[in-house]
């Protein structure tokens, strides 16, 4: 969990407990001290983040999760603290103009020099209604000299603020830049003109001088770059003129403080600065964590959830929570809309309330599940990335924000695009998900088919094509000793997309099943023409599954390969590029058939052998299994029965759909390629028993775990499957029904544990 910036796991909770226990008479400043060298927490000025750590400990205190010593400070004082070291300088009234004044120095404040020091603090005990300290975090303090009356005044710089509604509002970033970014602002805590001195436009014009100075003094002496002030004005004793003279910016008010908290006062205007032309593209810019590089908020994960989507970055663990049991309820009634699945009005109203937030987004969620995604494709030595496109029809919802056509006929139905890039083994299991990408189309664009050459590839639809192949690439990169391979139907023939697999020969490699229509010219002649000429390498039979009125059938093909060099099109002045081509053509079909099967596949793997082409045929086989996955989201999680008032709030419902619909399509296909593997691979054993007892009606639990096909086929009977002789396996359309009901069985077997014998 994260408090006051700190990260604190179940390993350091434990610590200190411990170091309680053995040191009952340790302070809690000696605490604080302790955790920061376990843990490393180091502030800019070098020294350790005790004062956050003790507020932390604090909140750890009154959650019960901890038992601290006695606080050493015995009472607070109340109001500021005076100064019995020296006494603040004597000036005389003054009333006159700015130049009068002379000139206006602004002196730093170090520890070294202690006369400025205890100046700066006799000032502000005297002067200023908050007084001299502590100011928070990294600080540096000023003088304000006057060349005709010497010292007039004082200021001090000091760490912003965690969180404040309205500046980060107007900053608009994100938690996680925020997190990044913070200390590139500082807060102006302390501002004084000695109140005896009455001169127009002086503190504008310190405030001005300081403000062009901070950065430079702040990157000195911390090493970072302030590129934005902020500061905050009793409204109850000033207006905030001088502020507004000197152009800072007025973003709102605070919330004001806790009733439990010392000075307990009113909300604070809000006054930014910014120091930098490019305050807000510096301070937006997300933190650089690489895949596979992120931690889990989760030291033990309970469940699948906890585990798969554990690295989740919300910076609030409270919507991580959320998150986390929004997937259970999904999963466990992936076809119920939202507020069955939630269970309660409350749990229903805190879904929309989570999906509303702006904090949460579609990316954030898969990106968790992409890092657990990565964990499954490093034991494997190759790895099909299979890219597709789907459409997802809303038509019955217009009143949703954000849609738009989902054909390019003018009487299509509205919705949304979505673009993902799934990741298989050579067999066909479900990895997880690479990629997503999701828009809706602009009505304007209707009727622009006949520019789309002259169009340039970043402002087409194809760039999802290229988009998702980089992301691959990301993913090569943490995943050196896999072969990563993308797919893609004739839809993903586009000569770019050769060209960027060959600006990245340590990318993943493609293959790609060609489009007839679009005439690929090779060095000798037109491809089609070109393989016609190559010799037969070979046959091999393969079985066709049954789709729509054509029945399941055993195919023969007839295979020829060769490599080629591929001729940009038509005004293209791009590069010749090298692939190897794969045509299977079906021979001696039955005259049933009136679509015998044609591949004429291209690839970057090269191919020298029969036994080469048949596996690279065998890989875009497995293409059908993203075809497999849309249908279980779209018919198992009832995808397009959701509703929203916008996209922004249906697109993190939409994420959590998806990686339910892996998880569900997942589980059909362990049954399939290890059903005999224990079952507690993807089932805990809360829902292995469970299932046992509804399928078996006994209370008689055995002692080994039944296998992965026993458990998948226990069930697909709880979803209506019958499992006769001729049936085959079951699919995902009886699984998710199965599903649906193994959740109240597991509730039943929590209920009846103790009552439970395993064994006959």
Not at 135 to 164: D, E, K, P
Not at 373 to 393: F, G, H
Not at 572 to 577: A, D, E, L, R
Not at 649 to 676: F, N, Q
């Amino acid at each position: 969990m994260r408090i006051c910036g700190l990260e604190f796991n179940h390993a350091t909770i434990h610590r200190i407990r411990r170091t309680v226990d053995e040191t009952p008479s340790i302070s809690r400043r000696s605490l604080a001290r302790q955790v920061c060298e376990w843990n490393g927490w180091i502030a800019l000025s070098g020294r350790h983040k005790e004062a956050a750590c003790r507020k932390a400990l604090t909140v750890l205190d009154s959650k019960g999760l901890v038992d601290l010593p006695h606080s050493e400070w015995g009472c607070r004082v109340e109001g500021p603290l005076k100064s019995r070291q020296t006494c603040p300088p004597k000036v005389p009234s003054i009333a006159c103009s700015l130049t009068d004044m002379g000139r206006i120095d602004i002196e730093m404040v170090t520890s070294s020099d202690g006369k400025a020091s205890m100046t700066w603090r006799s000032l502000m005990d005297e002067h200023h209604y908050l007084g001299s300290g502590p100011l928070v975090g990294a600080q540096i303090r000023y003088l304000i000299h006057s060349s005709a009356y010497g010292c007039i005044g004082a200021m001090g710089f000091s760490s912003a603020a965690w969180a404040l509604i309205e500046r980060d509002k107007f900053i608009g970033w994100t938690e996680g830049a925020r997190r990044a970014n913070l200390q590139r602002v500082v807060c102006n805590s302390r501002f004084l003109i000695i109140p005896a001195i009455d001169v127009h436009n002086l503190a504008s014009h310190v405030l001005s001088q300081c403000a062009k100075r901070i950065a430079q003094d702040w990157m000195i002496r911390y090493g970072v770059e302030p590129v934005i002030l902020e500061t905050f004005v009793d409204p109850q004793r000033f207006s905030g003129t001088c502020y507004r003279a000197a152009n800072w910016i007025h973003v709102g008010k605070t919330s004001g403080r806790r009733a439990n908290e010392r000075d307990n006062s009113g909300p604070k205007e809000i006054f930014l600065y910014p120091l930098h032309k490019d305050w807000q593209e510096i301070l937006r810019t997300e933190p650089s964590i690489g895949l596979g590089q992120r931690t889990s908020v989760i030291d033990e994960p309970a469940d699948w959830v906890e585990e798969e989507l554990g690295t989740a970055q919300f910076y609030d663990l409270r919507l991580n929570r959320r998150l986390f049991q929004l997937t259970r309820d999904f999963y466990s009634q992936p076809q119920a809309p939202i507020p069955q699945a939630c269970g309660t009005h409350a749990k229903s109203k805190a879904a929309y309330r989570f999906f509303e937030n702006k904090r949460v987004s579609m990316n954030e969620v898969l990106s968790a599940h992409l890092e657990s995604t990565i964990e499954r494709i490093k034991p494997c030595d190759v790895v099909l990335a299979v890219q597709d496109t789907t459409s997802v029809d809303y038509t019955g919802h217009r009143g949703m924000e954000g849609l738009g056509p989902t054909g390019h006929t003018k009487d299509a139905a509205i919705g949304l695009l979505v673009h993902d890039t799934m990741a298989f083994t050579k067999d066909g299991t479900p990895l997880g998900l690479l990629d997503v990408q999701c828009w809706a189309r602009d009505p304007q664009d209707r009727g622009k088919k006949e520019r789309r050459k002259q169009t340039p590839i970043e402002q087409k639809e194809s760039m999802k094509w290229l988009k998702s192949y980089r992301a691959a690439c990301e993913v090569q990169k943490v995943c050196p000793d896999t072969v990563l391979v993308s797919v893609g139907d004739r839809e993903s023939d586009i000569y770019e997309l050769f060209l960027e697999a060959m600006k990245n020969p340590d990318g993943p490699r493609l293959l790609v099943r060609c489009e007839r229509t679009r005439d690929r010219k090779t060095e000798a002649d037109f491809l089609w023409k070109e393989m016609a000429k190559q010799p037969v390498a070979g046959k091999q039979v393969v079985h066709i599954p049954r789709k729509g009125c054509q029945l399941a059938r055993e195919a023969k093909l007839e295979i020829r390969h060769a490599p080629v060099t591929l001729k940009p099109p038509k005004g293209k002045k791009y590069p010749p590029v090298k692939v190897w081509m794969v045509y299977a053509r079906e021979i001696d079909y039955p005259q049933r058939v009136t679509s015998p099967l044609e591949w004429m596949l291209l690839t970057t793997v090269e191919v020298h052998t029969l036994e080469d082409a048949c596996e690279r045929l065998a890989w875009y086989a497995k293409r059908w299994g993203i075809e497999v996955y849309h249908r279980t989201l779209k018919s198992g999680c009832r995808i397009e029965d959701r509703w929203f008032d916008s996209t922004d709030s249906l697109e993190p419902c939409l994420a959590i759909d998806m990686v339910v619909a892996w998880r569900i399509y997942h589980l059909t296909k362990l049954g399939r390629e290890v059903p005999d593997h224990p079952c507690t691979i993807f089932f805990h054993e809360a829902e292995w028993k469970a299932l046992y007892i509804l399928v078996n009606k006994t209370t008689n639990l055995p002692v080994k775990e039944p296998t992965m096909r026993e458990a998948v086929r226990m069930l697909a009977r709880l979803g209506g499957f019958l499992g006769r002789k001729n049936d085959g396996e079951p699919g995902t359309t009886t699984l998710w029904r199965g599903l649906q009901r193994l959740e109240s069985g597991v509730a039943v077997y929590r209920i009846l544990l103790p009552h439970l014998r395993h064994g006959p």
